[in-house]
């Protein structure tokens, strides 16, 4: 048996979001904003990446950990519960992908809008996540906990008090602007088609299943490809679906 596929290898994901957590902050401590702006993006983006994992319940084997794990950094990066809001419509479209009960399918249509203006804005990320955000403390995504929503809100209040508490106000504004742009601008991942076959399987283990894998400079055209020229479409549904459970997948 190989070390990426013994208990070990969780480590890699562990490791990745601490010493990529450290050095967000002390890029936003010491560096000038907007010399700190472009790493602190992709940082962001992939400490995210890690966040998916736990949402996922690969790194630690019992998903209560997973999900104090969120919890923290729910807090630690100010999102009001919006992660927690993600664990549960990312959750659901993996188990009802591309189909009615896939949270990006049933926001489909917005995109269809009369005003293009108006359908650019109502299908961007962060424009859904926050009309996800308001339906889920009404009760309306089962999958979004209501009490972990709230304690994401308690957590996030308590570090703007310490930001405020110890001279560094302007990390609040920093964080919520780089989660702001990172929710706003979707990126393509080359290995997704992998790990909806396999959603248990860890990052460092997935394959690439394109003959052609997309180049890095659509990092940066994805969005631009998904929401204004729209050439690129939902990911059509696996093949063989295995039937539903409560259990993260």
């Known amino acids: 048996m190989s070390w990426l596929t013994s208990p070990h290898a969780a480590w890699l994901t562990h490791g990745s979001a601490i010493v990529m957590t450290v050095a967000l902050f002390v890029m936003l401590l010491v560096w000038p ?13 992939r400490i995210g990446v890690m966040m998916h994992e736990y949402i996922h319940g690969i790194p630690f084997r019992r998903y209560a950990n997973c999900l104090r794990v969120l919890a923290v950094y729910d807090g630690l990066t100010m ?32 995109k269809d809008h009369s ?7 109502a299908a961007l990320e962060v424009t859904q996540h926050l009309k996800f955000y308001w339906e889920a403390l009404h009760g309306l995504h089962p999958y979004a906990r209501r009490q972990r929503i709230l304690l994401g809100v308690a957590t996030s209040c308590a570090s703007i008090v310490f930001w405020v508490a110890v001279g560094r106000p302007d990390i609040i504004w920093k964080l919520m602007l780089l989660t702001t742009f990172t929710t706003a601008v979707p990126v393509n991942l080359n290995r997704h088609i992998h790990h909806h076959e396999d959603p248990r399987l860890p990052w460092y283990r997935l394959q690439w299943r394109t003959p052609s894998p997309l180049h890095w400079r659509h990092y940066f055209v994805y969005w631009f490809r998904v929401y204004v020229r729209k050439d690129l ?15 993260p997948t």
């Open 33 to 45: 904003f907007w010399l700190a702006v472009v790493p602190a993006v992709i940082l962001t983006h």
């Open 115 to 121: 005003n293009k203006v108006m359908g650019t804005i």
């Open 79 to 110: 999102m009001f519960g919006l992660l927690e809001l993600f664990r549960a419509t990312h959750l659901s479209h993996h188990r009802w992908l591309n189909s009615p009960g896939d949270s990006g399918f049933d926001n489909l249509h917005v």
């Open 233 to 247: 479409v939902l990911m059509h549904p696996m093949q063989k679906r295995s039937k539903p459970t409560d259990s």
